[in-house]
């Protein structure tokens, strides 16, 4: 039985679509309440089993590298006024068995690219790849949900979600037959169809389980018209050989690379967080009573 050990993150892209926000710092390190997106995507690896963290980093990135490292500044100021629990919570960021690595996408040449990045760090084994802009939030955690399920088929797997028909052009968009109420066996994927040229309504959601065989695919691919490789192509690619599993995984995703979603993840986030929940479910439900009519209240004619 084949097994997954090897995560990439690829989180070299330039957002524009928080800027100024992240104009100087990474849009990985939004936080949603107090942890940055790649710190959720990275505690799901680590939940399904991840112990080797590849990160394909770019310029103005450097960051994320502090964030996952030890920082003996911030632990000696907290030990020295005695909040052992605070120096624990940095602490406990990656553990003792989780190794970083980093490695650099020097253009951004696109997602297939990032991965390409990564290929001598993996080798030949089966890997997983994480977009830490798409949040999501399973139980089990959606990674240990696909790597499940690919060690039982042996496949790779891709992460997908049903989407309205409008949003077709944000997704990779997935054909193929359903073997059972989760899982399709995939015949094509296209990257970002027209609404009226998408194959269904199944996208991917930013988690990939895949076969190593996947960089020959990557390899091969001529660049498209932006220069760009793209990882969709290459998953096209790979269908002539073999089979490719899309999951309709178990839980909720955030679109974290819009305004809208990173607001919908802040507020359920928060409505759960240990610390807040009382208090901001409290205003939310007040501030929400201010926008709406009072059941109560006939409307005066004037
Ligand atoms: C990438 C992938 C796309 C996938 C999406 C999920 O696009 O290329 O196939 O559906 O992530 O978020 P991006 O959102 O980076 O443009």
Redesign the pocket.
Known sequence: MLEVHKAVFPVAGIDTRFLPATKASPKEMLPVIDKPLIQYAVEEAIAAGITELIFVTGRGKRVIEDHFDESYEVEHVLKARGKQCLVDLVHSITPPEVKCIYVRQAEPLG?GHAVLCAEKLIGDEPFAVL?AD?LLDGQPPVLAQMVHLFSHYDSSVLAVEEFESYDAS???VVGGQHWDERVISVSSIV?KPSPEAALSSF????RYVLMPSIFEHLHSLKPAANEEI???LAIHSMLKDEQVLAYEFVGKRY?C?TKLGYLQATVDFALRHAEVHDAFGTWLRERVRGMQPDPGVQPQAH
């Open positions: 997602l977009l798409d944000s997704h990779g990257e996208g991917a959601a930013g793209q990882l969709t679109d690379g």
